[in-house]
């Protein structure tokens, strides 16, 4: 399943946030998003995800444009997860991730065969199985973290949409939480994801997008957006790119900016 932006402009309001925008998100990469705060990350995904009305030009999903798709279809294609997602209800893990095969049911259905096994590989696929029965809020920031993402892969989606996802993990729980986004991948989950941490993006994507100043400064490997020239016109710094010696990827090093006494 591939989602494709043409032309895209989106904002709020009379404010235009991005303009002509366009990318391509296919099945079995991770498009990492990344730009200054305020560069229109959050905006980009919620428009991609269908919860934002596009100003001008349209998005499709398999050449169908999404705003003729209902929220129901759209759920059962593509899942999302916010930056820092909360519930008010102290729920049990499993239950928690069984809300994930709503968009598959039609009241008063209840979980059949196939829903509860969608649970159990969700909770497989995120290393959840010995939690199920935890509930949320004795669980670490990292497992809440894997329970959201369980909870959108037991929608069986082809389109995961993460934004900011690793923001308040540790570094064990970002690396662990991006490897098990990685290895959904290859299974053929596409995958699109903001990041503020620029070595993240270019360790575990396919494919960066550079958002800045309204509009998108560069798309491409990460060793072609990851470039001093480009970085200093997204975030106004100057920087080193060097290639990592462990994982071969682009490794990025900020210079401190000048502060006047």
Request: charge should be neutral; hydrophobic fraction near 45%.
């Amino acid at each position: 399943m591939r989602l494709r932006v043409c032309e895209l402009s989106v904002g709020y309001g009379k404010r235009t946030v991005l303009e002509g925008v366009d990318l391509e998100l296919n099945p079995g990469e991770i498009l990492g998003i990344i730009g200054p705060n305020g560069a229109g990350k959050t905006t980009l995904l919620r428009a991609m995800a269908g919860a934002l009305r596009p100003q001008g030009g349209a998005i499709y999903l398999d050449g169908q444009a999404l705003s003729k798709l209902s929220a129901r279809d759209l759920a059962r294609r593509m899942a999302v997860v916010s930056q820092v997602p909360t519930v008010s209800l102290d729920f049990r893990v499993r239950e928690l991730v069984e809300l994930g095969r709503l968009p598959h049911l039609r009241p008063p259905d209840h979980l059949g065969p196939a829903d509860r096994n969608a649970v159990e590989r969700a909770l497989q696929l995120t290393g959840l199985e010995e939690l199920a029965d935890r509930p949320i809020s004795s669980l670490s920031g990292g497992e809440r973290q894997r329970v959201f993402l369980a909870m959108a892969l037991a929608q069986e989606p082809r389109i995961l949409l993460l934004d900011e996802p690793v923001v308040h993990l540790d570094v064990r729980y970002q690396l662990e939480f991006l490897n098990r986004v990685r290895k959904l991948s290859q299974e053929g989950l596409a995958v699109a994801m903001a990041l503020h941490d620029l070595n993240l993006a270019s360790r575990f994507s396919d494919r960066l997008l550079l958002l800045g100043q309204g509009r998108v400064l560069a798309q491409g490997r990460p060793e072609e957006v990851l470039v001093p020239e480009l970085l200093e016109q997204a975030f106004g710094v100057t920087s080193w790119v060097f290639i990592h010696p462990v994982t071969g990827r682009p490794w990025v090093e900020f210079s401190l900016p000048s502060v006047d006494p």
